[in-house]
RNA sequence: CGGGAUGUAGCGCAGUCUGGUUUAGCGCGCAGCGUUCGGGACGCUGAGGCCGGGGGUUCAAAUCCCCCCAUCCCGACCA
């Protein structure tokens, strides 16, 4: 490609709602621009990189001998009727109507789509195991689109759908999921963890994430660095790291402490100088049919509502309304409403001496000892973990890192093709729903990650396997006949051996060709200047690392050839 | 949906508080000419704005008031 008839508008300014390192170079780098919030068009170079990253997705889906198909953006509400989720999806679903009057939705994912086709054409065991893929354009609602390509509201993943008459067969094919899944990875160059995950809306049993590790991820990761366990810290497993039980020592009769406009654990615990483990927060959360739950849990600790829902095997969502009744700032378990069931973080077990909120507002409690003065319900966990607390299978100390979530694989089960009647014939005769899995991989999203990950204060590094082009060409004048012949020879050179280049060919000057070049990140630049005029050598630079050769111009194709088949891993 | 903010040339912004000296500005980018030519050069000339939209107040509105829309930030949701 020659720049000069491409199309890559660069920006020497960062977009004013850029808030993370991705968007804005996805931005400056020519290969996005914002339509409408949270949607995006692809530019050229953009294109490029999807469509790198979407053949790698496809060699390795097609290895694992999953069948790429392509279903429709719009479906039609009667499916969705039919697996219950027209109900519980909410405002997030983009929903529709024809000029008839018929309720659609554009696919934020596809599970109904696919169990309608498995319901329609698969009709015996032996037509099993078969796994269904397709790369397509996703539509949903976020609440508050962000951070770019990252949180969009129109996005391209790849989606695949497996279809088993047993879970042996499935945990086979999820196996292979797993692992088709981290070579993709691989060939992509990324640091990534595989996690434990939550399953969410979308159901079924297990479950793993796959996180493309970078500082701004939204995905906090806990993990053990001895034996590898790691999880979505929203599910983590962990014992508390817990200092010695007397330190909670000093439990005399309660007193009410006035601590007047106090009502958070930070400010309190430096109000009465203390150390926040040594407070108790208390937190009202109440079900569908408004009955209040009360979580207690140590000072320093969050709560997790998800694992508080599990508990209690319903959803729950915070209790939001201050009254004289529940002074929020100023709940404690101690004299709480006697309808309210109190559950008590497992950490809070035999802890005394600890200040918790008076139920009044203004007011705290001195010296209360949980065991003593508290009606504990049930003892559970439902903290999160933090780092230094110990893993559950080796007793190590755990860590945390931030990535970015751009894989998930489930095992579903029967979830759909029961509700959905998709059923084949078994090997004894009998109708059986088909146990299925789904695996989903953010394309859009690994582009943003990519740059996430690799990145410095000049621009985007790309991985080889991916960069809209591995060389950038560039001569430093058009002045010089010399250079632009020596240009257009190498430059075609380069596209017989089959090599993507873009040649910058612009009457610009030099500096704006280097900063355009570190800015779009291609792998290698390959400079004709002052080095060519006066000993006939072609400079090249690497773009990870800045390292520079000096290469005679018949060497040239080796070099770059030598360096992509070093670089890229198949 | 709640809280906060912003909307002025393609991009980044000033001007708005205190209405009129503003023919609405600056930097970048864009076009032409000339000088430059290895890390976003310089000079000159120029194109480009219903100041987000609608309504109102006023002799007079980018500026004051009301409504709407869009965008962004914080929270709950999520690949």
């Given at each position: ?26 931005v ?33 889906m ?41 309720s ?60 088993c008459?047993?879970d ?29 995950a ?29 034996c ?24 005399g009769?309660?007193?009410?402490v ?21 407070t ?38 915070l ?24 559950y ?5 077990k ?74 084949f ?11 299925m ?27 080889t396997?991916?960069a ?27 596209l ?5 280049v ?11 060709k ?39 111009p018949k ?7 030598d ?8």
């Amino acid at each position: 490609m020659r720049y000069s008839q491409g199309f890559i508008p660069t920006l020497k300014e960062e977009p004013r709602e850029a808030e993370i390192s991705s968007h804005a170079l996805t931005v400056r780098a020519g290969l996005i621009r914002k339509i409408a919030s949270g949607i995006y068009a692809f530019l050229p170079a953009g294109k490029r990189v999807i469509q790198k990253i979407e053949n790698i997705i496809r060699e390795e889906m097609d290895r694992t001998g999953a069948l790429e198909l392509f279903l429709p953006v719009l479906q039609p509400s009667d499916l969705w009727e039919k697996s219950g989720r027209w109900g519980e999806y909410g405002p997030e679903l983009f929903r529709l109507k024809d000029r008839n009057g018929r309720s659609f939705c554009l696919g934020p994912t596809h599970e109904e789509i696919m169990t309608y086709l498995a319901y329609l054409d698969i009709k015996s065991y032996r037509d099993l195991p078969l796994n269904l893929y397709q790369i397509q354009v996703k539509f949903r609602d976020e609440i508050r689109p962000r951070y770019g390509l990252l949180r969009a509201r129109e996005f391209i993943m790849k989606d695949a759908y497996s279809f088993c008459e047993n879970d042996s067969d499935l945990d086979e094919i999820y196996n292979k999921m797993h692992s088709a899944y981290t070579r993709i990875m691989e060939r992509m160059g990324l640091k990534y963890k595989t996690v434990e995950a939550d399953t969410g809306i979308i159901g079924g049993k297990s479950s793993h994430e796959f996180m493309v590790l970078a500082g701004d991820g939204e995905e906090t990761i806990i993990y053990c660095p001895e034996c590898g366990y790691s999880a979505n810290i929203e599910m983590a497993g962990f014992r508390p790291l817990m200092e010695k039980e007397e330190t909670f020592k000093n439990a005399g009769e309660i007193e009410k402490v006035s601590t007047p406009g106090i009502t958070d654990i930070d400010r309190l615990a430096d109000f009465l100088k203390i150390e926040k483990k040594y407070t108790v927060k208390t937190i009202l959360l109440t079900d569908e049919k408004e009955k209040i739950y009360a979580f207690i849990l140590m000072g320093d600790r969050q709560l997790n509502i998800s694992k508080a829902e599990k508990f209690l095997g319903k959803e729950l969502r915070l209790y939001e309304n201050s009254d004289e009744r529940y002074p929020i700032g100023y709940l404690g378990p101690v004299g709480l409403d006697p309808e309210i069931e109190i559950y008590a973080d497992r950490m809070l077990k035999g802890v005394k001496g600890v200040i918790t909120g008076a139920n009044k507002k203004d007011f705290h409690l001195r010296n209360v000892n949980i065991q003593r003065d508290v009606n504990i319900k049930a003892y559970g966990d439902f903290s999160y973990p933090v780092e230094g607390d110990i893993c559950e299978r080796c007793g190590s100390k755990l860590k945390i890192d931030k990535g970015i979530e751009i894989g998930h694989i489930f095992k579903l089960g029967k979830k759909y093709s029961e509700k959905m009647e998709a059923r084949f014939l078994g090997r004894d005769g009998r109708l059986k729903p088909f146990v299925m899995g789904c695996y989903g991989m953010g394309i859009t999203r690994i582009l943003s990650a990519v740059i996430e990950q690799m990145h410095d204060d000049k621009g985007i590094i790309w991985p080889t396997a991916i960069a809209p082009y591995t060389v950038n060409l560039l001569i430093t004048s058009l002045k010089e006949e010399q250079l632009v012949g020596a240009g257009e020879e190498i430059y075609e050179k380069l596209l017989d051996s089959g090599i993507e280049v873009l040649y910058d060919d612009r009457e610009v000057s030099a500096g704006i060709k280097f900063k355009d070049s570190d800015l779009l990140g291609l792998p290698l630049k390959i400079v004709l200047g002052r080095k060519y005029l006066d000993e006939g050598l072609i400079e090249v630079q690497l773009r990870k690392n800045g390292k520079q050769f000096e290469i005679n111009p018949k060497d040239i194709v080796k070099f770059v050839k030598d360096f992509i088949s070093s670089d890229i891993k198949k």
